[in-house]
């Protein structure tokens, strides 16, 4: 239904939804027999990337239940497409895990929690981000001991404040809604007393995490310039060719820039290139660190290039509308956070790769989530549900959404049962990735992944 039907139209629309899928019916999660085998998924998904970090990427998902989901982002995508939806679509964040959220910092310096990973971002049923975030939430809690009645109860806190900050929002306007914002300084009430002091120290550690305090952490003075320390595999030399195509690349980066951002950008020079290896999913792909220095050596900026390819929604929600997969991310970024990095842009790199950027460290924090109690990852979900509920509402029906939710817990209560039996799936899917990569002789690279990186 269009944006412009009044208020009420949209909430019947949204009411109307029910039928296509009733939300208790969001509990469903797909039979063995109508999902592809989740390791051939990822094997498919190490084509192209570099092999000599495929062994590292399967080794941080065989970790354990929570590592193998943040990294099965494309089996999960293959999995919530087998099921109805609710025909509501927004700008998904696509990979919307637990770890997915933490602390930045805004243009103004303002200290702000939110979404923070949009390699897959693309536009698709509002469920699917929901469904993503609350199973994470129940294999996280397995993880941390605790039993399946508090992972239930976590998992369904996400998908309630979700659904009650939808419903807020959608009696907001406009304006309102795209200035709505979780500024760190709103986080703290939210927060149980007696883990106040904890969260406190988090967003302190946060606000030094600047380029600054990297330049002293991640460089060495060589010369009377500063250089990158190298440990590899984590962080590497790149040969001479690597170099000067990070130089060329530059240019291309800075027209996908506003003319102001610029005029700022041209005021640092690249010093430095570095390869570097991210996350867990992402290991594999292509991704450097590039040191810039301004007014002088101790004025440094670090900007990340990462790779950029296909969404992992893309085979079940449709094709981008962006040719450029790094524009994508980018167009998904500014769209979703409530603000977005200053430096924030895409370029294409050799053999026609798609890449974008973005400063390295900008007082950026993650929660340690494996520390959290019963309690406290209560109430961390309920924060990421409130603050998934904000980015949709920005760029979805909010209304209509709102609408089909209601007012009462069934569709929070559907969401922690799939969450539950999702968690199981994600064990089994965990065990049959170990089990591949202590097969012998070596798999093909065509059934399953292999500890030497063929897959």
Not at 15 to 27: G, I, T
Not at 49 to 61: T, V
Not at 234 to 253: G, I, K, N, Q
Request: net charge positive.
């Amino acid at each position: 239904m269009a944006l412009s039907a009044s208020p009420d139209d949209r909430a019947r629309h949204g009411r109307a939804q029910r039928k296509r899928l009733p939300r208790s019916a969001h509990d469903r999660v797909p039979g063995a027999d109508a999902r592809p085998d989740p390791v051939a998924v990822l094997a498919e998904q190490g084509t192209g990337r570099l092999p000599d970090l495929l062994p590292l990427r399967y080794a941080r998902m065989a970790a354990g239940p929570f590592p193998f989901l943040r990294g099965a982002a494309a089996v999960m995508a293959a999995d919530l497409a087998t099921t109805a939806d609710s025909g509501l679509r927004v700008q998904l964040c696509g990979d919307a895990h637990l770890l997915n959220f933490g602390l930045y910092a805004s243009p103004e310096r303002a200290l702000l929690f939110d979404l923070n990973d949009f390699d897959e971002t693309l536009p698709g049923p509002f469920e699917w981000d929901v469904k993503r975030l609350a199973a994470s939430v129940a294999v996280a809690a397995r993880a941390n001991g605790h039993d399946d009645t508090a992972a239930a109860s976590a998992a369904e806190a996400s998908a309630a404040a979700y659904r009650r900050n939808i419903r807020r929002l959608a009696g907001l306007g406009e304006l309102a809604v795209w200035y709505e914002r979780v500024d760190t300084a709103q986080v703290l009430p939210l927060v149980r007393r007696r883990h106040r002091e904890r969260v406190a120290a988090g967003l302190e550690r946060a606000r030094r995490r600047t380029s600054l305090q990297a330049l002293d952490k991640l460089t060495d003075v060589v010369e009377g310039r500063p250089r990158i320390r190298y440990e590899p595999p984590l962080l590497e030399s790149v040969d001479d060719l690597d170099a000067a195509t990070v130089r060329s690349v530059f240019a291309d980066y800075r027209e996908s820039l506003p003319e102001e951002r610029r005029l700022l950008l041209d005021r640092f020079e690249v010093v430095d290139v570095a390869r570097k290896v991210v996350g867990v999913g992402s290991v594999g792909t292509r991704c450097f660190v590039v040191l810039l220095t301004g007014r002088d050596s101790r004025d440094p900026l670090f900007l990340q290039i990462k790779e950029a390819g296909p969404s992992v929604l893309e085979p079940h929600a449709g094709a981008s509308a962006h040719r450029h997969a790094g524009h994508r991310v980018v167009a998904g970024q500014r769209l979703i956070q409530a603000a977005a990095d200053i430096f924030l842009g895409w370029a294409t790199g050799p053999g026609g790769r798609h890449f974008y950027w973005r400063q390295l460290r900008d007082m950026k924090g993650a929660a340690d989530v494996a520390g959290m109690d019963p309690l406290m990852l209560h109430e961390y979900a309920s924060l990421c549900g409130r603050t998934l509920a904000r980015a949709h509402a920005r760029t979805g029906d909010r209304i209509a959404i709102a609408g089909y939710l209601g007012t009462g817990d069934v569709f929070d209560r559907a969401v922690a049962r799939f969450a539950l039996a999702y968690a199981d799936l994600t064990l089994a899917d965990h065990a049959a990735l170990t089990a591949a990569l202590t097969d012998t002789p070596t798999p093909s690279h065509a059934a399953r992944p292999s500890p030497k990186g063929s897959g």
